[in-house]
């Protein structure tokens, strides 16, 4: 079973940075795809960056260059630093696995709690 857990939400101000980590529990991280959706009351959850087993990444556009996501192995999870925060940014962050890489309509786990990110202006 695959079972992620996000961290790293908390309140920031506009042009702020935060890290968000999803920690892998009983499987290697890197024997998946690995995505982080957001999603803010009232709409779709939406995909915002993905790392796939063997290292290549995709991103939104509205987030290029600002996020970065990177698989540790050693820790076995995937990590996104955000930089330049905008409220916009602004919602629950959640990660799971991708059967399929760049398909990101389908996952493999059930959906985590997530870790909400705000961001003031």
């Known amino acids: 079973q695959v079972r992620l857990v996000e961290s790293g939400g908390a309140l920031v101000q506009r042009g702020g940075s935060l890290t968000l980590s999803c920690a892998a529990s009983?499987?290697?991280?890197?024997?998946?795809?690995i995505a982080w959706y957001r999603q803010t009351p009232g709409t779709e959850r939406e995909p915002v960056a993905a790392?796939?087993?063997?290292?290549?990444?995709d991103y939104r556009d509205s987030v290029k260059g600002h996020f970065t996501i990177s698989m540790d192995k050693a820790k076995n999870m995937v990590i996104l630093q955000m930089n330049n925060l905008k409220p916009e940014d602004t919602a629950l962050y959640y990660c799971?696995?991708?059967?399929?890489?760049?398909?990101?309509?389908?996952?493999?786990?059930?959906w985590g709690q997530g870790t909400q990110v705000t961001v003031s202006s």
């Open positions: 799971n696995a991708l059967p399929f890489w760049r398909i990101y309509d389908r996952v493999v786990g059930s």
């Open positions: 009983g499987f290697p991280i890197s024997n998946y795809h």
């Open positions: 790392i796939s087993s063997t290292g290549d990444t």
